[in-house]
């Protein structure tokens, strides 16, 4: 067949399609849309073939796997667990893993996506928190964000729970306890997921109901609008050389960004695909079949609800009994744990875009994202919530660190105690400290130049160290800052109160938002101006801070 007539054919179904649809406007419209180049706006995509690997996998699964709690006795090919009494779910579980041809590499593969789904999700949050992406116009998008991440937790702890072994067994005694615990509603809601008394019969089914149909269906069309709004708001970017709020520099949709999209979902299906075979996880045939009267040791969940398992853990034992003996009792030391962490977290993650907006009084939009060292406050709450879930994901494995050290659970215990209110404010001091630090450094690079570690003799004796000015890319980029935007008339005055007045008084509230905004926002470290010049001399006509300066900084020699 000849180029021709294949072009002919390929034109012939264009135009048939673009008489019938009106496509041809629409796709030249859209296949130019630039996209930004910044390798930090790839984060997002592991999570979204992810869940492409995610829906592959568990399609194949879902062939093969039976949600039924009734018991049968086990004749597979794992010798083991021949004769055993189990369920049918665990049963099939294993035929999967061991009589389907390919299942077990299924399996592992589910299993691996799942993780880098929920990875790559709280690595691009953090990626859009920290550059302060989620701020006007693009607020709905990052609740959408939220919401993806509170219920992929859930999708996670449905999945994880439908094989019966006793490690998915364990979480779930604890899952269903929790559900309990809640005042009012708790033993309804348990009712409502076992069918019954603990562990019941019903549980697997509906599990596996929500799993393959309500949560996907849920989380399909919130990515669908995720992705839309991405489209519609265009994409941010890092400040640099021509770029403003009113355009994107980067690549078109056709090529560029499909090429890179389309080799980046074959690397990570590639990472997958690896891991499924060469990296062993979640090995049910090792657990055995659930009991509620059996536990393992070093019992651990996924890392994504570890963070939970470590606050029931690090709880001091609490409850209170209303009306006396006769009346309700609240278990705090369940309650608190397992709902003020995720509260915490998600609720945060909800309120900070508008709380931001009310303390700097910004209601601009922004296509250009901040550097996290120019929002010193921001990148350290950031950093201290990172902190504080580490903490508990840390004390979820405290039975494991006290089997593999000298130190007694009780002791790790105390320990994370004190680190959990502890550990996130010297994170958020240390993390402070290092913005305004880097800050200094790029101010001392615009004015100082750059460091050569060539060293220069002077006719006088005097040794200096060359420096050059910093390439224009990374110039454009230092100066892109902006000051962290402050209330009108919140900045100290001459009498030093910097609060404004309403109706001739102050009222606590507007007092407590131009304290927060004047300790939130403003300029921390001039780029120009005077500064300390570090005992290098002053000004006398040879160069800044007295140090020379030669040679043009460009792209092709770059600075540290």
Known sequence: MSKGSTSGRLASVSGFADDRLGTAGFLKRNMRKIFPDHWTFLLGEIALYSFVILLLTGTFLTFFFKPVMEEVVYNGSYSPLKGIAMSEAYASTLDISFDVRGGLLMRQMHHWAALLFIGGMMIHM????????YRKPRELNWLIGVALLALSLFEGLTGYSLADDLLSGAGLRITAGVAQSLPLVGTWLTFLLTGGEYPGDEIIPRFYSIHILLLPGILLALITAHLILTWVLKHTQMPGKGRTND????????PSFMAKSGAYFMFTFGVIALLGTFAQINPVWLYGPYTPSDISAGS???????????????????????????GGTLPMSVIIPALLPL????????????????????RREHNIVDRPRNNPHRTAIGMSAVTFYGVLWLMAATDV????????INEIIYT???????????????????????????????????ETGVIKRR????????????????????????????????????????????????HPLRRLRAMMSRAYGGEKVPLDGDRDHDGHGEHDGRDRAGRAAVGPGTDENRSP
């Open 401 to 408: 660190i006290a089997a593999n050290s000298r130190l007694s």
């Open 247 to 254: 355009n994107v520099v980067g690549g078109p949709t056709y």
């Open 126 to 133: 953090l990626r859009i928190f920290f550059n302060g992406a």
């Open 300 to 326: 651990q969940p996924d890392f994504y609800l570890a963070f939970l398992d470590g606050s029931l853990r690090l709880m001091p034992s609490w409850e209170i009994n209303l009306f006396g003996t006769e």
């Open 416 to 450: 994370g105690r004190v680190l959990v209110f502890l550990g996130p404010a010297v994170a958020y001091y240390v993390t402070y400290r290092i913005c305004l630090g880097l800050q200094r450094r790029d101010a001392e690079a615009l004015g100082h130049g750059v």
């Open 343 to 362: 509260g915490i977290i998600l609720v945060g993650l909800v309120l900070y875009p508008f709380a931001e907006q009310w303390v700097t009084g910004d």
């Open 459 to 506: 006719p006088t004796g005097e040794y200096i160290e060359v420096h050059v000015p910093p390439m224009e890319s990374i110039e454009a980029q230092v100066r892109g800052k902006e000051p962290v935007p402050i209330l009108p008339g919140t900045a100290e005055d001459g009498d030093g109160e910097g609060v404004p007045a309403h109706n001739g008084k102050h």
